[in-house]
């Protein structure tokens, strides 16, 4: 860039700075040398360049001798700053870019004027770098000298005695590389005199004769190619002693060739063997050596050296130039004819010795020579052969070796030898003798090698004579050859014959592998080897391989040979029919399925024939049997295949699969023959998609819709569908529950298969879970016409919806199988995925066919889903009023179908209006009947009940607002009095239901259910006389229950009236409870009623709770016990316990359960009888399968848990108090079961979601409602009493599993984490949720860290670095804020003390509090720690006023130890602290163990005193002391206590 600024300005300077420059471009480091290049390229152009450095010639000149003879490492550097190893490296790389630079200016320069390299040239320091230390110097200087040598050869001849010694003399020097040898041949051209200027048996051949013996030292691409050239230029007089030099030559080069053999470097010993026939030939053509030294060199050297060394290829190609131009030129020099023979005569002579018996070595040499003379005769005709003397050789060879298959022990070498040279020379007749032609060959093969066959050591090397011999003859001939060798020799041996076949491209190939003797072997091969498989055998890999080997040669097998083969395969796999799991079963499919991937199934009247279609069909329908993995990928393999081939198979394999699909199948089985039947549509779909609609009709069968009622058991129960009467087999299922029934799931199975199938053929795939996302028009399918003209295949697919929603209902029984559970999931993700993709006209059309059908029972659900499945997956306006208007007559019959619309308009919030008007519209109707007097008002009424359930309360946007509905609501309501004063009997009061029909109990409830609805979602609108409708109603009703307490769960209507009585009951519970009550462990809720009900609530707890109440509880255990497999049972436990978790403490310890005691609570501590019923009877039910009974019984327990404190003596001396049994055996199932589950896991590696359904989440929900049971229990506990259970439940290890445990379920990911520590609402209908567990482990971390802060802190402190972080993150993120929130409102509602003042600092999360008495006042600051409670509190002093600095030391320390190792609240802890310093002004002493007045667990003064001291002790401070000390003296006087 510089040099294009300057321009012609450079031309002043140019002469001061080019030595600099030019040296510049020889620097030894690549990027400045690169640099100086661009630079001077860049300034003189090529046609300038020239002229440019014969200007600057004088100043470069200059500066290169000068750099040369002046300088030294201490004038280039200053050697003051400068070490000596950087000195002496510059100085180095100047002299070496000097050098080179030299020599290129040498080459550069036209005309050199010698004068001006005097200097240089008669430098001593010049020569002297010949010697140099340092490699790159010496090298440099050599191409210097090279240089000197072409430009001024005078000038290096008038200075030989410098120059000879300084070259000739370096030839060993392997690190100057190839330039002193050149410089070595460039010197001895110009000064031939240049051996008599130095001793070349002394300073000159010696090195070079170490080196060649060393092989090069590792440099023999830098020295052998020069020797030739070199030894040219030895005349024979400085040999002195010719004989003696040659001989010494070529010894140290095949010594050098051995050594370079050992270090297996091949490139370097075809270097040398090159170097070595190069200057071996140079000698022999030397006219000036003796002849006796010539013979000697091929017969000692020569000869031996090329024997030897036959794994250079190069050394062929040379030595065939040598010995063809020998040939060429024989009997114009006789000198030459006789090296000529005498190198075949003796070749022929160590051919002959039997350590050189190989044949490699002749084969090679033949080669190369046949391929020197093709290259040279192109376009010549006839053929080409090797020189005549090998070609002796190589008969003689033939003649002994055939002489030598007759002799024991060198049959396998002869065969060998005869193999490679028929194989290379069979064109060549003269080898085999004269007159040996085919018949003869023939003959010789009958004679000479058919008697070997019997010699089982010699088949391979048979097998491949065979067939080079067979590919001499004609045809007929040599398949007659071969058919004999298939015949006398065993059939394994064929797949070498084959092997050697292949690589021949002669027709005769394929005749013979269609031959009948081979079709014929191939046959009986497999059948023996299928029988042998069969028997149990291992397969035999020989057979097999000759089997594989002829039908994977890329021959067709003939049609008769496959309809053998078919029929072989088809008798083998049904021998082992029914045996799958059998090793050897899994060995014959295998081996069948090999042999078939290894056929071409070309001929349809093959796969026609019965066998062939039969054999696919076989395999088809055992890919789904009992093998392994691998198998069955073979299986299918093989029969995808056979489709490929011949696409009408697929018939054939669809009706295959419909036969199964009308059968029951297990989940396994139905996912083998989902993948067979997908794997299968997705071959023919390649082929054609009419195909597929055809195997479609085919695969699908009809079947019958024997659909499992339990599916139902909600919908019907819970009035989501209005039913006028219910079926035999309804009522039937009540009775005779039990598991889902395979049969029951046929029709899910086809569904499912046939939405895999035809979602395989149009391509979309659904092996994920799909999100709702809008699916753009031009992504969606169109199904085919054939498809859509097929009534049949229509049908399934409207049908599909259904079966889903089916699937989706009976999986809502928690206690079916997870095979049932996979499959809904299956199902329902199929089942999106198809219809998500489907186009729109598609869709209409099957939502028209769907809601056609929605005059039969359930189908407006399916209606419902589909719809919403469009609206999630599209941007479409679903028109709901395409389906059906709003008019009388629509409600009349099709209420259940405009529910289901109405729940899309309630959930997507479309449709405005269309709730709103359609309750006006029924309410009408409801007046103008009159009244619930007849059928048709009870389904008015539902339709009602249902509209103002989905009624959006505060949405105006399209659904109407509550206030516009008060109106209809009160005429519902007054409609429902007027009924009961009319036709009070049919409210069925205090009766038992079993008398009555379904229609009668079906009204009931739905009043009921309208009752229990506007309680909960519309109390404002509730009249007095309505309040007493329901409250009355509601108590006879349970009365109903009581007298129908045998036949709740076995009659349908019984069922619903159970439910439907209990929901009223929670509900108006849930209203009247004392205000402000909740589920105990629930979070209290605001109170949303804004009318007063005082009086109302008054006669509730006086009156109308009990008489519900006292029902529900023992009717609730009824239900409850043993029973949880029961669906029904699950369904009315959930109802009743949502009533029940309402109930009033004093009515559940009143109520009269049934006596359960049981054995193990022998020894335990005695607690009332109400209380130990209670728990005998609820803590099971923890850890039930049923979430609901898990969760009402949480609610009962902890409610019970405040009367136990009352019942616990705190007299005692005991520092323990148990908790209830039944809540300890539900921690140590508990424990037990994560402790296996949790045991690979680690606090900061956690486990992630426990999957819903499960045993494993079923007990771990039950431990954690347990563990927030008993935290209750220490919540409600006294000062006094929970230290005793905190002791008891840390001793027995029971806190430190259960907080190993908390952290391994929690998640990592904060907004998961905020989630979590969300409270769980803990609802008794809720369903099951993954997260609820999560959110119960977070919130009994929480609850520890506020009622057992001691205890974790102590538990934190003991784990490892990681999981200390871990725990420590989660807690001050989410933990330590909510407990400073719990104190300060336990401050703010806590009484006020007389002499104790406590003060809040939120801000900065203090707690001032100011003791006082009299006159004297003292301030401590408690301060929270962000990472409170795994940190201590921190106590700090404020102001003091009357009060000793010492005494102010020890309440201090007393009350910071009271803090730190207290399980409590802050202000339980400064209370505690309160009444020590309370007791000391009172004059009462400190124990003078612990030197705390009250003790610190149990709150005890001291009591017990010494006799001589009189010194009063704690209890438990004495026990502890006697106990560690193994004495019973008194710690202060020491006496005997």
């Known amino acids: 860039?510089?040099?294009?600024?300057?321009?012609?300005?450079?031309?002043?300077?140019?002469?001061?700075?080019?030595?600099?420059?030019?040296?510049?471009?020889?620097?030894?480091?690549?990027?400045?040398?690169?640099?100086?290049?661009?630079?001077?390229?860049?300034?003189?152009?090529?046609?300038?360049?020239?002229?440019?450095?014969?200007?600057?010639?004088?100043?470069?000149l200059n500066l290169i001798i000068d750099n040369l003879v002046n300088a030294t490492p201490q004038t280039l550097s200053d050697p003051k700053t400068t070490p000596p190893e950087e000195m002496e490296a510059?100085?180095?790389?100047?002299?070496?870019?000097?050098?080179?630079?030299?020599?290129?200016?040498?080459?550069?320069?036209?005309?050199?004027?010698?004068?001006?390299?005097?200097?240089?040239?008669?430098?001593?320091?010049?020569?002297?770098?010949?010697?140099?230390?340092?490699?790159?110097?010496?090298?440099?200087?050599?191409?210097?000298?090279?240089?000197?040598?072409?430009?001024?050869?005078?000038?290096?001849?008038?200075?030989?005695?410098?120059?000879?010694?300084?070259?000739?003399?370096?030839?060993?020097?392997?690190?100057?590389?190839?330039?002193?040898?050149?410089?070595?041949?460039?010197?001895?051209?110009?000064?031939?005199?240049?051996?008599?200027?130095?001793?070349?048996?002394?300073?000159?051949?010696?090195?070079?004769?170490?080196?060649?013996?060393?092989?090069?030292?590792?440099?023999?691409?830098?020295?052998?190619?020069?020797?030739?050239?070199?030894?040219?230029?030895?005349?024979?007089?400085?040999?002195?002693?010719?004989?003696?030099?040659?001989?010494?030559?070529?010894?140290?080069?095949?010594?050098?060739?051995?050594?370079?053999?050992?270090?297996?470097?091949s490139s370097e010993s075809e270097i040398i063997v090159q170097s070595f026939l190069e200057c071996m030939f140079y000698y022999l053509n030397l006219k000036e050596l003796n002849s006796h030294i010539k013979t000697k060199l091929v017969r000692e050297y020569l000869v031996p050296g090329v024997r030897e060394n036959p794994s250079c290829p190069g050394m062929f190609s040379i030595l065939s130039d040598y010995l063809l131009y020998w040939d060429k030129i024989s009997g114009s020099n006789s000198e030459t004819d006789q090296l000529n023979l005498l190198f075949w005569a003796e070749l022929k002579y160590e051919s002959s010795k039997p350590e050189n018996q190989s044949i490699d070595f002749l084969v090679c040499l033949g080669k190369a020579m046949e391929k020197k003379e093709k290259g040279e005769s192109k376009g010549e005709k006839g053929i080409v052969k090797p020189v005549g003397e090998l070609i002796k050789i190589l008969e003689t060879r033939w003649t002994s070796e055939v002489e030598n298959l007759s002799t024991p022990g060198k049959a396998e070498t002869s065969l060998d030898t005869l193999y490679k040279i028929l194989s290379n020379f069979g064109q060549y007749a003269e080898i085999f003798g004269h007159g040996m032609d085919e018949n003869n060959m023939v003959d010789f093969y009958h004679t000479k090698i058919i008697p070997l066959l019997s010699n089982l050591n010699l088949e391979e090397s048979l097998a491949r004579f065979t067939w080079t011999l067979a590919n001499r003859l004609s045809e007929v001939e040599a398949l007659n050859a071969l058919d004999m060798f298939v015949k006398k020799t065993r059939p394994h041996l064929i797949s070498q014959l084959v092997n050697e076949a292949k690589r021949s491209s002669s027709t005769l190939f394929s005749s013979w592998l269609c031959s009948v003797s081979v079709q014929e072997m191939v046959v009986e091969v497999a059948n023996n080897l299928i029988h042998h498989l069969v028997e149990g055998h291992t397969q035999e890999n020989e057979n097999w391989n000759t089997i594989k080997s002829i039908l994977d040669s890329g021959v067709p097998t003939p049609e008769q040979t496959q309809q053998k083969l078919f029929s072989t395969f088809?008798?083998?796999?049904?021998?082992?029919?029914?045996?799958?799991?059998?090793?050897?079963?899994?060995?014959?499919?295998?081996?069948?399925?090999?042999?078939?991937?290894?056929?071409?199934?070309?001929?349809?009247?093959?796969?026609?024939?019965?066998?062939?279609?039969?054999?696919?069909?076989?395999?088809?329908?055992?890919?789904?049997?009992?093998?392994?993995?691998?198998?069955?990928?073979?299986?299918?393999?093989?029969?995808?295949?056979?489709?490929?081939?011949?696409?009408?198979?697929?018939?054939?394999?669809?009706?295959?699969?419909?036969?199964?699909?009308?059968?029951?199948?297990?989940?396994?089985?139905?996912?083998?023959?989902?993948?067979?039947?997908?794997?299968?549509?997705?071959?023919?779909?390649?082929?054609?998609?009419?195909?597929?609609?055809?195997?479609?009709?085919?695969?699908?069968?009809d079947v019958d819709w024997n659909l499992a009622e339990q599916a139902w058991y909600r919908t019907v129960f819970d009035q989501k569908q209005f039913k006028d009467s219910i079926s035999e087999k309804f009522g039937y299922s009540l009775i005779q529950q039990a598991e889902?029934?395979?049969?029951?799931?046929?029709?899910?199975?086809?569904?499912?298969?046939?939405?895999?199938?035809?979602?395989?053929?149009?391509?979309?795939?659904?092996?994920?879970?799909?999100?709702?996302?809008?699916?753009?028009?031009?992504?969606?399918?169109?199904?085919?016409?054939?498809?859509?003209?097929?009534?049949?295949?229509?049908?399934?697919?409207?049908?599909?919806?259904?079966?889903?929603?089916?699937?989706?209902?009976?999986?809502?029984?928690?206690?079916?199988?997870?095979?049932?559970?996979?499959?809904?999931?299956?199902?329902?993700?199929?089942?999106?995925?198809?219809?998500?993709?489907?186009?729109?006209?598609?869709?209409?059309?099957?939502?028209?066919?769907?809601?056609?059908?929605?005059?039969?029972?359930?189908?407006?659900?399916?209606?419902?889903?589909?719809?919403?499945?469009?609206?999630?997956?599209?941007?479409?306006?679903?028109?709901?009023?395409?389906?059906?208007?709003?008019?009388?007559?629509?409600i009349e019959s099709n209420y259940n179908t405009l529910v289901s619309l109405m729940e899309l308009t309630s959930q997507y919030n479309i449709g405005s209006g269309t709730i709103s008007s359609s309750l006006s519209l029924a309410v009408g109707k409801l007046a103008s009947l009159e009244g619930l007097i007849t059928k048709e008002s009870t389904h008015i009424l539902w339709f009602v009940t249902q509209c103002l359930n989905l009624a959006r309360t505060g949405l105006r946007l399209h659904i109407s607002g509550v206030s516009e509905f008060s109106g209809e609501i009160q005429a519902v309501l007054e409609m429902v009095v007027?009924?009961?004063?009319?036709?009070?009997?049919?409210?069925?009061?205090?009766?038992?239901?079993?008398?009555?029909?379904?229609?009668?109990?079906?009204?009931?409830?739905?009043?009921?259910?309208?009752?229990?609805?506007?309680?909960?979602?519309?109390?404002?609108?509730?009249?007095?006389?309505?309040?007493?409708?329901?409250?009355?109603?509601?108590?006879?009703?349970?009365?109903?229950?009581?007298?129908?307490?045998?036949?709740?769960?076995?009659?349908?209507?019984?069922?619903?009236?159970?439910?439907?009585?209990?929901?009223?009951a929670a509900s108006v519970a849930a209203i009247l409870g004392p205000k402000g009550h909740h589920p105990s462990l629930s979070l209290p809720r605001p109170c949303s009623v804004q009318v007063p009900l005082d009086k109302l609530r008054e006669e509730w707890d006086e009156f109308f709770s009990q008489g519900i109440f006292m029902i529900l509880v023992p009717l609730y255990i009824q239900v409850c016990a043993g029973k949880e497999h029961l669906y029904s049972c699950n369904l009315l436990s959930t109802a009743l316990g949502q009533a029940l978790v309402h109930a009033p403490l004093p009515l559940v310890l009143q109520c009269e359960l049934p006596p359960l005691y049981l054995v193990q609570d022998v020894d335990a501590p005695s607690l009332p009888d109400n209380i130990t019923f209670i728990f005998n009877h609820f803590g099971p039910l923890l850890l039930s399968n049923c979430r609901s009974s898990q969760v009402t019984a949480a609610h009962i327990l902890a409610a019970v848990t405040q009367e136990i404190p009352k019942n616990v003596d705190v007299s005692g001396d005991s520092e323990e108090n148990e908790v209830p049994l039944r809540l300890v055996e539900a921690l140590q199932l508990g424990e037990l079961l994560l402790s296996t589950l949790l045991v690979e896991f680690s606090i900061s590696d956690p486990v992630g979601e426990i999957p819903t359904g499960t045993i494993a989440f079923s007990q771990t929900f039950g431990y954690l409602l347990a563990w927030r049971v008993i935290l209750r229990l220490l919540e409600k506990s006294s000062d006094e009493v929970r230290p005793r259970y905190s002791q008891y439940l840390e001793s027995r290890g029971h806190i430190s599993h259960l907080l190993s445990n908390i952290f391994k379920l929690l998640p990592r990911g904060t907004g998961q984490l905020?989630?979590?520590?969300?409270?769980?609402?803990?609802?008794?209908?809720?369903?099951?949720?993954?997260?609820?567990?999560?959110?119960?482990?977070?919130?009994?971390?929480?609850?520890?860290?506020?009622?057992?802060?001691?205890?974790?802190?102590?538990?934190?402190?003991?784990?490892?670095?990681?999981?200390?972080?871990?725990?420590?993150?989660?807690?001050?993120?989410?933990?330590?804020?909510?407990?400073?929130?719990?104190?300060?409102?336990?401050?703010?509602?806590?009484?006020?003390?007389?002499?104790?003042?406590?003060?809040?600092?939120?801000?900065?999360r203090e707690v001032v509090a100011t003791y006082s008495?009299?006159?004297?006042?003292?301030?401590?600051?408690?301060?929270?720690?962000?990472?409170?409670?795994?940190?201590?509190?921190?106590?700090?002093?404020?102001?003091?006023?009357?009060?000793?600095?010492?005494?102010?030391?020890?309440?201090?320390?007393?009350?910071?130890?009271?803090?730190?190792?207290?399980?409590?609240?802050?202000?339980?802890?400064?209370?505690?602290?309160?009444?020590?310093?309370?007791?000391?002004?009172?004059?009462?002493?400190?124990?003078?163990?612990?030197?705390?007045?009250?003790?610190?667990?149990?709150?005890?003064?001291?009591?017990?005193?010494?006799?001589?001291?009189?010194?009063?002790?704690?209890?438990a401070c004495l026990y502890k002391w006697f106990s560690t000390s193994n004495n019973s003296s008194c710690p202060l006087c020491r006496n005997l206590f």
């Open 1 to 60: 860039m510089c040099t294009m600024i300057v321009g012609k300005n450079l031309a002043p300077h140019l002469k001061s700075m080019a030595g600099v420059w030019y040296i510049g471009q020889s620097d030894s480091h690549i990027p400045a040398a690169e640099a100086a290049t661009a630079a001077w390229t860049a300034a003189f152009p090529p046609h300038k360049l020239a002229g440019a450095v014969e200007f600057c010639q004088a100043e470069i």
């Open 90 to 265: 510059k100085y180095t790389r100047t002299v070496s870019m000097s050098l080179i630079s030299y020599a290129n200016l040498l080459e550069a320069i036209e005309k050199t004027v010698p004068e001006k390299h005097k200097p240089l040239l008669d430098s001593q320091k010049f020569w002297k770098l010949a010697k140099h230390k340092a490699g790159n110097i010496r090298k440099s200087f050599f191409v210097a000298v090279t240089q000197l040598c072409i430009k001024m050869p005078e000038e290096i001849q008038l200075r030989g005695v410098q120059v000879v010694p300084a070259v000739l003399c370096n030839l060993q020097d392997t690190e100057s590389g190839d330039a002193v040898w050149t410089c070595t041949l460039q010197l001895l051209s110009i000064l031939p005199t240049a051996w008599t200027l130095t001793s070349p048996h002394k300073a000159v051949f010696p090195a070079v004769w170490k080196l060649l013996g060393a092989g090069g030292a590792g440099y023999a691409r830098r020295v052998y190619p020069y020797l030739m050239p070199f030894i040219s230029r030895i005349p024979v007089s400085v040999m002195e002693d010719p004989e003696k030099f040659t001989t010494r030559w070529f010894t140290t080069m095949l010594e050098g060739l051995d050594a370079v053999k050992k270090k297996k470097n």
């Open 570 to 701: 088809l008798d083998g796999l049904n021998s082992i029919r029914n045996k799958e799991n059998r090793p050897s079963s899994s060995r014959v499919v295998e081996f069948i399925c090999d042999l078939l991937g290894l056929l071409t199934i070309s001929h349809q009247d093959v796969v026609a024939e019965s066998s062939g279609t039969e054999l696919i069909k076989l395999i088809f329908s055992m890919h789904s049997s009992g093998f392994g993995e691998g198998t069955r990928r073979k299986l299918e393999h093989c029969w995808i295949s056979a489709v490929q081939n011949q696409p009408k198979l697929a018939n054939a394999l669809s009706l295959k699969i419909s036969e199964q699909l009308i059968k029951p199948v297990c989940m396994d089985e139905l996912d083998r023959l989902k993948r067979k039947a997908s794997s299968l549509a997705r071959v023919v779909s390649k082929k054609n998609i009419e195909l597929l609609v055809e195997n479609l009709e085919i695969m699908i069968p």
């Open 740 to 890: 889902i029934e395979p049969i029951n799931l046929i029709l899910p199975n086809r569904t499912l298969i046939f939405l895999s199938v035809l979602s395989q053929g149009l391509g979309i795939d659904f092996s994920s879970v799909i999100e709702p996302a809008t699916v753009l028009d031009e992504e969606r399918f169109n199904l085919p016409e054939s498809f859509l003209k097929n009534d049949k295949l229509m049908n399934r697919l409207c049908e599909a919806p259904f079966v889903v929603v089916y699937m989706q209902n009976l999986v809502r029984d928690k206690n079916c199988s997870a095979d049932i559970t996979n499959l809904e999931s299956e199902l329902n993700l199929a089942a999106s995925s198809l219809f998500s993709k489907l186009s729109k006209v598609n869709l209409e059309r099957i939502e028209q066919t769907v809601f056609s059908r929605c005059d039969e029972e359930y189908w407006g659900l399916a209606l419902q889903w589909i719809l919403g499945l469009t609206y999630k997956y599209s941007e479409w306006d679903i028109r709901l009023s395409r389906f059906t208007g709003l008019d009388g007559t629509d």
């Open 978 to 1064: 007027n009924w009961k004063t009319e036709t009070e009997d049919q409210l069925l009061y205090n009766t038992d239901l079993s008398e009555y029909s379904w229609s009668e109990i079906n009204k009931v409830c739905t009043v009921c259910n309208l009752l229990h609805l506007v309680v909960s979602k519309y109390p404002d609108l509730i009249q007095p006389q309505v309040w007493d409708l329901i409250t009355c109603s509601l108590v006879s009703w349970v009365g109903t229950l009581q007298e129908s307490k045998d036949s709740l769960t076995s009659r349908a209507g019984s069922m619903m009236f159970s439910v439907s009585c209990s929901r009223l």
């Open 1314 to 1404: 905020e989630l979590v520590f969300a409270a769980p609402l803990l609802e008794v209908g809720a369903d099951t949720c993954s997260t609820e567990l999560q959110q119960l482990a977070a919130l009994c971390w929480t609850q520890v860290c506020g009622h057992l802060p001691a205890s974790a802190r102590q538990w934190w402190s003991k784990l490892d670095r990681e999981s200390q972080g871990t725990v420590e993150r989660i807690t001050c993120s989410y933990v330590t804020p909510a407990l400073w929130t719990q104190e300060v409102n336990i401050i703010a509602a806590a009484e006020k003390c007389e002499n104790l003042t406590l003060k809040v600092r939120d801000s900065v």
């Open 1413 to 1515: 008495i009299d006159e004297g006042s003292m301030e401590l600051v408690v301060s929270l720690p962000s990472n409170y409670p795994l940190g201590g509190l921190n106590v700090d002093s404020g102001k003091r006023v009357g009060v000793e600095s010492g005494q102010w030391r020890k309440w201090m320390l007393q009350l910071t130890t009271f803090l730190i190792h207290q399980n409590g609240s802050i202000h339980e802890g400064l209370n505690l602290w309160k009444k020590n310093v309370d007791k000391r002004f009172e004059g009462v002493e400190e124990c003078y163990i612990c030197f705390y007045i009250l003790h610190g667990s149990n709150h005890q003064l001291p009591k017990l005193g010494c006799r001589t001291c009189k010194k009063k002790f704690h209890s």
